[in-house]
C-alpha cells in the first residue's frame, strides 16, 4: 500500500508540473506508466523530470525524455482518435505507448529507430505490455514509411539541422509537426509545424537544448533527447 501511494504522489507530481493536459493524455500517462519502460532505474529516478540513459554504446546514446516535456509535446500534437503519426526517435517506446492510447483502436503510430538494440529493447516492452496500433521499425526516421502513410502528426524526438523533405511529403495536409530544429551558434528551437500545401507554417516556436540525431549512414548518432523549458 505504501509503494501504491508513493507511486500516486510521484505521478501526480509530474502531471501537475505539466498542466494544462487534456483528459486523455492524462488517462494515457495512467494507463502507461513511465516506470514499466525503465525497469533497470528505480521508481524515484523513473519520475524525476530529467531524462534517464537507456543505451549507450559508442558512437550511440539514447535516453528516454523528461516526462513533462513529452507531455507537453503531446498536448501540442492535438492528437486525435483515428490519428495516424509517424515518430522518429522510438527510444524507451514510452511516447509511442501514449501515443496509441491518444489514437485509440482506429489509429496507427509507426515509430523509427536507428539503433537497432535500441529498437528490439523498445519492441519487446511493447509487447509485454500488449499496447496495440504500434509499429517498430528499424531504420532511418528520415526516410518516414510511405507504405503506412500518410500521416495526421509526425514527431521528432531529437534535433537536427536537416529538415526532414522526405516525411514531410508523406505529411496530410494541414498535418502536425513537432520538429526540433538546431541552429549554429544558437540555441535549438522546438517548432510546431503545419503542413500547408508543400511549404510549413510555424505555429510555435520555443527556445530548447536537444541532443543530435544522426543518420543511419552518418558516422556518430544521438538519441531521445531532452527538452529544457
Not at 558512437?59 to 507531455?71: A, C, K, M
Not at 500534437?77 to 483502436?105: C, D, Y
Not at 509499429?135 to 500521416?151: C, I, K, R, T, W
Amino acid at each position: 500500500m505504501k509503494s501504491m501511494d508513493a507511486l500516486k504522489k510521484l505521478q501526480k507530481k509530474i502531471i501537475q508540473k505539466s498542466q494544462p493536459l487534456s483528459p486523455a493524455i492524462e488517462e494515457a500517462f495512467y494507463k502507461y506508466p513511465r516506470h514499466l519502460f525503465v525497469p533497470e532505474y528505480s521508481m524515484v529516478a523513473a519520475y524525476s523530470d530529467h531524462p534517464l540513459l537507456i543505451y549507450e554504446k559508442y558512437p550511440y546514446v539514447s535516453t528516454i525524455s523528461q516526462p513533462s516535456f513529452v507531455l507537453q509535446i503531446l498536448r501540442l500534437l492535438e492528437i486525435q482518435p483515428g490519428h495516424r503519426i509517424f515518430e522518429l526517435g522510438t527510444g524507451s517506446g514510452w511516447n509511442a505507448a501514449l501515443m496509441s492510447h491518444l489514437v485509440g483502436k482506429d489509429g496507427l503510430v509507426v515509430t523509427s529507430e536507428v539503433i537497432p538494440e535500441v529498437a528490439e529493447r523498445a519492441k519487446k516492452i511493447l509487447e509485454e505490455l500488449k499496447v496495440p496500433n504500434v509499429q517498430v521499425l528499424s531504420q532511418d526516421g528520415f526516410e518516414g514509411y510511405e507504405a503506412a502513410s500518410p500521416y495526421d502528426r509526425a514527431i521528432f524526438t531529437a534535433g537536427s539541422r536537416e529538415f526532414p523533405d522526405k516525411l514531410f511529403s508523406q505529411l496530410k495536409d494541414g498535418g502536425l509537426m513537432v520538429f526540433v530544429r538546431q541552429r549554429e551558434f544558437a540555441s535549438d528551437v522546438l517548432e510546431l509545424l503545419r503542413k500547408e500545401g508543400k511549404q510549413w507554417k510555424i505555429l510555435s516556436s520555443t527556445p530548447c537544448a536537444f541532443v543530435s540525431v544522426t543518420r543511419a549512414n552518418k558516422e556518430t548518432r544521438t538519441d531521445g533527447g531532452s527538452l529544457m523549458w
